[in-house]
């Protein structure tokens, strides 16, 4: 029958008939202008080689990790669970498909994210498709939060975005203290 709708072979669930298009041209459009540019990308690899921790980080990708996390830096502790996934691209580190952003150009990042002023969980979906770097997520709900605009036209206040500095998930926090676990084979 001509109504019945095809089950994706892989998730199972519908095909869905509407895609998201907005979504994916404000996703093309902050790919773009991070990316596509020859000043772009030359700005990004020497922040890249000038902040401390990437520069390191960098170290790691091309000639391996620690044989354990205690080994690292603190400041490089978040990125241990992600090492398999960090790599190096016309000297630009990427974690899986996602640029990994030095500190100093960070705020420009949110800023660009930030600009079509969609809320937290849209802000969020934007990002994690294009750009990476620890506490990105409080980062941007505090960015949100902080916008007289976005709170102007926020449809609700979620429990989510009533909390601005609370800690990020363990994935995005720089451990303090190594555990004695971490140097254990």
Known sequence: ?????????????????????????????????ITTTPENE????????????????????????????????????????????????????????KIIVPKNLRNEFLKLLHKFHQGVVSTKLLAQDSVYWPGLTVDIENIVLACLICQKHSRSNTREQSQPNRKPPPSDRLEEQPSTSDCQP
Do not use: M
């Open 1 to 33: 029958e001509k109504n019945q709708q095809v089950a994706d072979t892989l998730s199972r669930d519908p095909l869905r008939e509407h895609i998201d298009t907005d979504y994916l041209e404000k996703n093309l459009r902050v790919y773009s202008v």
């Open 42 to 97: 030359r700005r990004l690899q020497t922040e890249i080689d000038q902040d401390p921790d990437l520069h390191k980080l960098k170290h790691y990708a091309l000639n391996g990790w620690p044989t354990h996390k205690c080994n690292l830096p603190s400041s490089l502790k978040a990125y241990w669970p992600l090492k398999e996934d960090i790599y190096l691209h016309a000297n630009i580190l990427f974690y899986k498909n």
